[in-house]
């Protein structure tokens, strides 16, 4: 006898949040699923009234807007949420803090017209920090000049069984190289998004570095 599975009562969501925050610490290293695994238990925890999706398997609508590449650390992340039942968005950063695991802060917390787009579709450009381990090279800002100066760069971005190509230089809106705390470092502005996305170690490889002597922040997301 076949038995019947019971249904979660859906309906449409009444508020839409989006939640600004930073990675740091071990949280560096859990990916994209885990990440978003993690929000789903600590916003379960604070009690928010999370709406769900349609369907025979409805599961939270809460998603990131653009999962944090493995080892990256994050200053201004973004996460969505819908809600079943309206909620100060104030009271929630305030007391959201105190659920999450080690290594993740909110730095904000806003409310969204329910009818825009998705995060994830208005996000162009990402901002990032890429910091040394050793002293970088002592012409790393010509270098970074004659990557802009470039007309093209074809690159190829090796991925398990296929090899991708394609002219990085469009994907590179900003390149310079600044000092922090006393040591340089680079910042970059990086296309994202569906017409196409560079990485912080696509540019550290076009400049003859190794990526894997640099630590990268993403500092924020720019969206549409």
């Given at each position: 006898?076949s038995?019947?599975?019971?249904?979660?009562?859906?309906?449409?969501?009444?508020?839409?949040?989006?939640?600004?925050?930073?990675?740091?610490?071990?949280?560096?290293?859990?990916?994209?699923?885990?990440?978003?695994r993690?929000?789903?238990?600590?916003?379960?925890?604070?009690?928010?009234?999370?709406?769900?999706?349609?369907?025979?398997?409805?599961?939270?609508?809460?998603?990131?807007?653009?999962?944090?590449?493995?080892?990256?650390?994050?200053?201004?992340e973004?996460?969505?949420?819908?809600?079943?039942?309206?909620?100060?968005?104030?009271?929630?950063?305030?007391?959201?803090?105190?659920?999450?695991?080690?290594?993740?802060?909110?730095?904000?917390?806003?409310?969204?017209?329910?009818?825009?787009?998705?995060?994830?579709?208005?996000?162009?450009?990402?901002?990032?920090?890429?910091?040394?381990?050793?002293?970088?090279?002592?012409?790393?800002?010509?270098?970074?000049?004659?990557?802009?100066?470039?007309?093209?760069?074809?690159?190829?971005?090796?991925?398990?069984?296929?090899?991708?190509?394609?002219?990085?230089?469009?994907?590179?809106?900003a390149?310079?190289?600044?000092?922090?705390?006393?040591?340089?470092?680079?910042?970059?502005?990086?296309?994202?998004?569906?017409?196409?996305?560079?990485r912080?170690?696509d540019?550290?490889?076009?400049?003859g570095?190794?990526?894997?002597?640099?630590?990268?922040?993403?500092?924020?997301?720019?969206?549409a």
């Amino acid at each position: 006898m076949s038995v019947s599975r019971p249904q979660r009562q859906v309906t449409a969501p009444v508020q839409r949040l989006s939640i600004a925050f930073a990675v740091s610490g071990a949280a560096r290293y859990v990916g994209g699923l885990d990440m978003g695994r993690a929000w789903v238990r600590a916003l379960r925890r604070l009690g928010l009234p999370l709406a769900y999706s349609f369907g025979f398997s409805p599961h939270p609508r809460v998603s990131l807007a653009a999962p944090l590449p493995v080892g990256f650390a994050a200053e201004r992340e973004l996460v969505e949420v819908y809600l079943d039942a309206r909620v100060e968005p104030a009271d929630v950063a305030g007391r959201l803090p105190a659920q999450l695991p080690a290594g993740l802060g909110v730095r904000g917390v806003e409310e969204l017209p329910l009818n825009a787009p998705p995060l994830a579709s208005r996000i162009q450009a990402a901002d990032y920090v890429v910091q040394f381990l050793d002293p970088p090279p002592a012409d790393l800002a010509e270098r970074v000049a004659r990557l802009l100066e470039a007309q093209t760069l074809p690159f190829a971005r090796v991925r398990p069984g296929r090899e991708v190509r394609f002219d990085l230089r469009p994907r590179i809106l900003a390149a310079r190289v600044e000092e922090r705390a006393g040591k340089a470092a680079l910042t970059l502005r990086l296309q994202h998004g569906p017409r196409g996305a560079a990485r912080p170690e696509d540019v550290l490889a076009a400049l003859g570095l190794e990526p894997a002597a640099a630590r990268v922040t993403r500092v924020a997301l720019v969206l549409a």
